[in-house]
C-alpha cells in the first residue's frame, strides 16, 4: 500500500502526525509512507523512522514571493501534484483540515 500523508502546517502539527505515521507501519507493515511538506520542515522529516520519503513544497516560491510572482507559486503546486499523482498513492490523509488542504486534495 502506498500512502501519502499531507502537512502543511506548524512544526508542532508534524510532529503529532509521527503517532499517525508509526500507527499506519504498524497496521500495514509493508506499505510505503511518503509526507507531502514544505520545504523549510522536509530535512527533520527525514530523520525520522517509517517515512519512506518526503515530497517537498518549496514554501519560497508559495509565499515569500507570492505577491509578485504567482506563477512560480502556481507552477511549484502544478510539478508537485503531477509528481504526487503519477505515484498513484492508496491511501491520502490530511490530518489538520483547512480548505485549502481541500482544494489540494481534490487535486490528488
Known amino acids: 500500500m502506498k500512502i501519502l500523508i499531507a502537512n502543511l502546517t506548524r512544526m508542532g ?10 500507527g499506519l507501519k504498524d497496521r500495514y507493515p509493508d506499505s510505503r509512507i511518503d509526507i507531502l511538506a514544505i520545504s523549510s520542515f522536509a530535512g527533520i522529516l527525514r530523520n525520522f523512522p517509517h517515512i519512506d520519503s ?13 505577491g509578485d510572482d504567482i506563477w512560480s507559486a502556481y507552477a511549484e503546486i502544478d510539478a508537485k501534484l503531477n509528481l504526487i499523482n503519477t505515484a498513484n498513492y492508496d491511501l491520502f490523509i490530511s490530518p489538520v483540515p483547512s480548505v485549502q488542504m481541500s482544494i489540494l486534495a481534490s487535486r490528488i
Open 13 to 22: 502539527d508534524l510532529i503529532q502526525m509521527l503517532g499517525l505515521v508509526g
Open 54 to 66: 518526503v515530497i517537498e513544497l518549496d514554501d519560497k516560491a508559495l509565499v515569500d514571493h507570492l
